[in-house]
């Protein structure tokens, strides 16, 4: 069924929630509630949060008909003994299993892609130098049996195999999606006690078919179970999310907290997330590390094309040219961006500017009213329009001029900068988002 911008929605059952606002359980673990932008929750359905494929996973009720259930009606979570393996181990795997088993490969629940040995380097680099003393890997089983060399680490991953090469005490076999322990969580509860010397991080590398509102669910019941072990106020705990640069808008919303730092992550099992191949993309790994740890703190190697920016007191891409008027180093896809005037911000090489859009956009010709359409107007923050179609204008009866600043006429700047927004427009700064009210 073709639901066009009907956007998918999905209610994520809390930590601790009570009976009546339990969701049923399918195998691997609490079900999601989706339901479309334009209906109730009610009208609704549950579903597997990891596997959206019915193949994978056939659960799948109506959300009305959920109902009246009362404890006792709940089917408990299934847990899982850890695995009893007794035959010796095999000299000839190596260590790390993951250069040795055949990768999963379901995009939107678990597909396995291992990191390359520069993102191995470069990510237990960066925790020598942030002082970090155990890693949760969710999701991350390469990175996992390479930290487990140097540092204390755990690995959270819906893959049983690597129950073979690990014992409970550095896996569980969990499903990220909702925060389900499929073993015994007893274990990892107790990676979880910290001595006043530790500083603990979580690194995910989840599929990129995942929902960002899932994962970031995840991260939060993380950090609130890790303060209830070590009896802590409400304590942020450093992250590091490797996601796809195109995302970060959804993490954005879901964490503001989050920042992009330009490292590209490359793989070895990837014909595009890569540096190298005949497939590999012109601007490199689109792959990028999300993370609440202050960007200056992040240092990125000099020897793979990086470079510090005194200016924005970060390490960035060399290609990536600070621009003054925009007060930032503005590319987050390896290209070298260029300052539109017209816009006033920095736009992709390629783009061209539309008068009559009053935006840059990718390609000549493009329908204007189906672009305009999905723009957020800079006048009111809303979506939908452009600034000489936002109601505000003939709502005050503003005099706008045709070229340059609609408020005030001059061509130097846009309304985003304008003095006399202040006269029309109070904006507020929460949570890492502007928002715009009218005066």
């Known amino acids: 069924m073709d639901h066009g911008g009907d956007k998918l929605m999905l209610i994520v059952e809390e930590d601790d929630a009570e009976p009546a606002e339990q969701h049923p359980r399918c195998q691997h673990g609490p079900t999601v509630l989706f339901f479309r932008q334009s209906q109730l929750p009610s009208q609704g359905y549950f579903s597997c949060s990891a596997h959206r494929d019915s193949k994978l996973c056939s659960f799948h009720l109506p959300a009305d008909q959920w109902k009246g ?8 979570p299934s847990v899982k003994d850890y695995p009893e393996y ?20 379901q995009d939107k629940v678990n597909a396995q892609y291992f990191f390359d040995e520069a993102a191995l380097d470069f990510l237990v680099e960066q925790c020598k130098n942030l002082g970090i003393t155990k890693v949760v890997c969710m999701g991350a089983p390469r990175l996992h049996f390479r930290l487990r060399r140097e540092l204390s680490s755990f690995l959270l991953d819906l893959d049983e195999r690597f129950a073979e090469h690990l014992s409970a005490a550095e896996f569980c076999l969990y499903n990220m999606c909702n925060n389900h322990f499929l073993y015994n969580r007893k274990p990892f509860e107790d990676f979880l006690v910290c001595s006043t010397s530790d500083s603990l991080l979580i690194v995910t590398d989840p599929p990129f078919g995942c929902r960002t509102e899932l994962i970031s669910h995840t991260l939060r019941s993380l950090r609130r179970l890790h303060n209830k072990i070590n009896r802590m106020p409400l304590t942020p705990l450093p992250i590091f999310w490797i996601y796809p ?27 595009r997330y890569t540096n190298v191949g005949k497939q590999s993309r012109f601007c490199g790994s689109p792959v990028r590390l999300f993370s609440n740890v202050p960007m200056n703190l992040l240092r990125l190697p000099l020897k793979e094309g990086y470079k510090y920016c005194e200016k924005c007191d970060c390490y960035t891409a060399k290609e990536n040219l600070h621009c003054d008027p925009c007060g930032k180093c503005p590319s987050v896809n390896g290209q070298t961006y260029r300052h539109c005037n017209f816009c006033d911000t920095c736009v992709k090489p390629n783009y061209v500017h539309c ?8 390609r000549e010709g493009h329908e204007c009213t189906f672009y305009q359409s999905k723009q957020l107007c800079w006048l ?33 700047h846009k309304e985003r900068t304008c003095n006399l927004r202040r006269k029309y427009f109070k904006d507020l700064e929460f949570m890492g988002k502007t928002l715009t009210q009218r005066v």
Request: hydrophobic share 20%; charged share 25%.
């Open 69 to 76: 259930y009362n404890s006792t009606d709940l089917p408990l």
């Open 86 to 105: 007794i035959r010796p181990r095999d000299p000839n795997i190596p260590e790390d299993p993951t250069k040795n088993i055949t990768a999963l490969s």
């Open 245 to 271: 640069y195109y995302s970060a808008s959804h993490i954005k919303q879901e964490m503001p907290e989050m920042e992009m730092c330009e490292y590209r992550i490359n793989y070895t099992n990837h014909l």
């Open 355 to 362: 008068p009559n859009c009053r935006r840059c956009t990718q």
């Open 380 to 412: 009111c923050g809303q979506r939908g329009h452009i600034e000489t179609s936002c109601p505000y204008l003939k709502l005050r009866k503003i005099k706008s001029s045709k070229h340059g600043c609609l408020l005030c006429g001059k061509s130097n």
